[in-house]
């Protein structure tokens, strides 16, 4: 199955989950069950499937046809080419490609004057006003095109300014751009560009990435610090026309062999096979050529031979727009896209069920607690009201004034209740600071201060590993105070199920210590990009500046979602406490209503136990509806969607 049928399906099966977990959230509403704890959790699962994004990523050393792929696999049904792709450095600036519904379809572009001011890529993300917009006509296949271009302009600047920039560097010469006859130097108008476009496979979640060659990217730490890592798959392009250059080799080092990487996240292809297709060979030589060349290049790049795919973008570009299934074939660009399809897809799908799949049976957990505080609830009065059958007024009287005193008992757990939030807030707030923006900043700043002193080269990574190791140990520290709110939620929720009755759970615990993973993972890779030669450029105030707003970012990402678990965590406790304190309310209510109404007409007794009976058996029903509902959505999220889905 090709890429975007792999994609297309897994979209169907997103939006199909999606509508029925709607549809479920109106089933409860109908039923009153849908509480405060109920709605967080079906809204985190809405976000987490609307949200599930996919990026590929194409890198490569300029020329060697990124963008000519990225039109042939994505927008040959434009019947033209949208990126722009030509002979020379073409693509100036990293292209995101994607789809944001409640934005128009436009082109933002960020300049990249932006270098020189302290924000990060993501800070400037929260911008607007800053990019520069253009308006794209999504039914004009030229003026779409035409604007694109934009991603191609380049600026000539002083050396200073080239310098001040990122694209000049007195110390490592053999890099510098040359400059012109009158000495300026070329540099990329943009710094970043944004497509919004409502192209299906964008629809569904794909953001592809188009980057620039070597020396268009410009020192810029973001794109392999941050960017990159968060790409589900990286394409890197060769072309067979010049095999495998030096430079091919260091975008490779730079970009591909990042330590921890995923294997079948990266692929690599060969581009322009068209180039060795010769009238003067048999089609069998240039199959043996391609193939040679093929193990060639797996060798040199340490991969193993079918991970390397030869195609030629060119042709099965023109193939598509023409029709030709022949040229198609001989182009191998569904070979290509169904290998993408299978190994990122496949695995990206395994990853969204199983913590949908989590999701929703902490959400049945959720619900069913309801449910059977509402049974137990009309047990008891059912029960209350049996034992009073036959009894005299005087008794009914009695058993209202009970009721009356058990409530303001009740009444009174609400301040020992305040007084377990309180404690648990101040807990929590601790927990909270050390894992806040601010901490991260003073972290970071005191990297920067390492960093900048003399003689660094050798102490990268030593000033790295310090840091780290302070950032582990807040995180081990906030792990130890959840560990701390955990148990005492446990002993409080006992207490409190234990004197009124209650049947709170403690939520699960936060599992904090799996961001230490992703922090190493961060440690490893900017240790990485700088024993790449880039331990020079510390010595330049902006390289080391630039260097850490792309590491905050990354963090902040990490420290974010550890932050959002520890939301759902706290809300999931405090809510169930809002939940059976609102239902307890009720209960009480019920109880004297049902009382009252007796005591006015006594012979109401049987009528108000068959009502209540009935009730029972409603609930009964929406227990065991609910039981398959879930069950449904459970083994839907787990099994593989039927081929019927595509239809
Ligand atoms: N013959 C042949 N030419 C190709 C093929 N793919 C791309 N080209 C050409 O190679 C040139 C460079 O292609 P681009 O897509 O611009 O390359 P790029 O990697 O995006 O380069 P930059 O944007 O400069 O980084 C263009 O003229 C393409 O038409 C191919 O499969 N066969
Ligand atoms: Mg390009």
Redesign the pocket.
């Known amino acids: 199955m090709s890429f975007n049928q792999e994609l297309d399906r897994h979209g169907v099966w997103r939006k199909d989950f999606a509508a029925r977990l709607q549809n479920l959230a109106e089933w409860l509403s109908g039923r009153d069950l849908l509480g405060v704890g109920v709605r967080e959790r079906l809204d985190h699962l809405r976000a987490q499937l609307k949200n599930d994004k996919i990026m590929v990523a194409f890198v490569?050393e300029?020329?060697?046809?990124?963008?000519?792929?990225i039109n042939a696999m994505f927008f040959a049904d434009y019947g033209r080419r949208i990126m722009?792709?030509?002979?020379?450095?073409?693509?100036m600036c990293p292209t995101e490609i994607a789809y944001e519904p409640q934005e128009p379809p436009c082109l933002r572009l960020l300049p990249i004057e932006s270098r020189l001011q302290a924000q990060s890529l993501l800070d400037w993300r929260q911008v607007p006003q800053k990019w520069e917009q253009v308006t794209l006509d999504v039914h004009d296949p030229e003026q779409l095109a035409l604007a694109i271009q934009k991603v191609a302009e380049v600026r000539r600047v002083s050396q200073q300014q080239a310098a001040a920039l990122g694209f000049w560097h007195e110390e490592q010469p053999e890099d510098n751009p040359l400059p012109g006859p009158d000495g300026l130097i070329e540099v990329p108008k943009w710094r970043h560009a944004l497509i919004n476009i409502a192209h299906p496979l964008l629809k569904q979640g794909l953001v592809i990435l188009?980057t620039?060659?070597l020396n268009?990217i410009g020192a810029e730490p973001e794109l392999t610090i941050s960017l990159l890592p968060q790409a589900q798959a990286v394409v890197f392009?060769l072309a067979a026309d010049t095999g495998v250059t030096k430079s091919d080799l260091t975008v490779w080092r730079q970009h591909l062999v990042a330590p921890d990487q995923v294997r079948e996240s990266r692929l690599v292809v060969l581009?322009?096979?068209?180039?060795l297709w010769d009238d003067l060979r048999t089609p069998a030589q240039v199959q043996a050529q391609i193939a040679a060349q093929r193990s060639d290049v797996a060798a040199v790049l340490g991969v193993s031979a079918p991970q390397v795919l030869a195609?030629?973008?060119?042709?099965g570009l023109l193939a598509k727009i023409n029709h030709d299934p022949e040229l198609l074939a001989a182009s191998h660009l569904l070979e290509l896209e169904a290998a993408l399809g299978v190994g990122l897809l496949s695995h990206r799908r395994e990853i969204l069920r199983s913590s949908t799949a989590l999701g929703i049976d902490a959400l049945r957990r959720e619900i069913s607690r309801l449910v059977h505080i509402r049974a137990r609830d009309l047990i008891e009065q059912v029960q209350e009201l049996e034992s009073l059958r036959g009894k005299n007024t005087s008794a009914i009287r009695q058993m209202r004034l009970r009721i009356e005193q058990e409530q303001a008992h009740f009444d009174a757990s609400a301040a020992k209740i305040q007084a377990l939030r309180s404690v648990h807030l101040r807990l929590l707030n601790e927990l909270l600071v050390l894992l806040g923006a601010t901490h991260l900043k003073t972290e970071a700043q005191k990297l920067v201060v390492a960093l900048r002193q003399p003689g660094i080269k050798f102490g990268v990574k030593r000033a790295y590993a310090e840091t780290f190791e302070r950032l582990g140990a807040g995180l081990v520290r906030a792990n130890e105070l959840a560990i701390e709110i955990q148990s005492m939620l446990e002993g409080s929720f006992k207490g409190l199920n234990a004197e009124y009755g209650f049947s709170l759970q403690v939520p699960t615990p936060p599992q904090l210590m799996q961001y230490q993973h992703d922090l190493q993972k961060i440690e490893t890779s900017h240790v990485h990009y700088l024993g790449l030669g880039n331990t020079l450029r510390l010595a330049r105030t902006d390289f080391t500046e630039r260097l850490t707003r792309a590491l905050m970012s990354r963090l902040r990402v990490v420290y974010d979602t550890a932050l959002n678990e520890l939301d759902i965590w706290n809300k999931s406790a405090s809510s169930q406490i809002d939940a059976q304190l609102r239902e307890r309310r009720r209960h009480f209510s019920r109880r004297i209503e049902a009382v009252a109404r007796i005591q006015h007409a006594a012979g109401d007794l049987d009528g108000r136990i068959r009502e209540l009976e009935q009730h029972q058996a409603e609930l009964h029903l929406v227990d065991a509806q609910l039981t398959e509902l879930t069950e449904q959505l459970m083994s839907d999220a787990q099994e593989a969607p039927a081929d019927a889905a595509l239809a």
């Open positions: 490569a300029f020329s060697r046809g990124k963008s000519e792929l722009p792709a030509s002979v020379g450095r073409t693509t188009d620039p060659g268009a392009i581009n322009k096979i068209d180039t195609v030629s973008a060119q042709k």
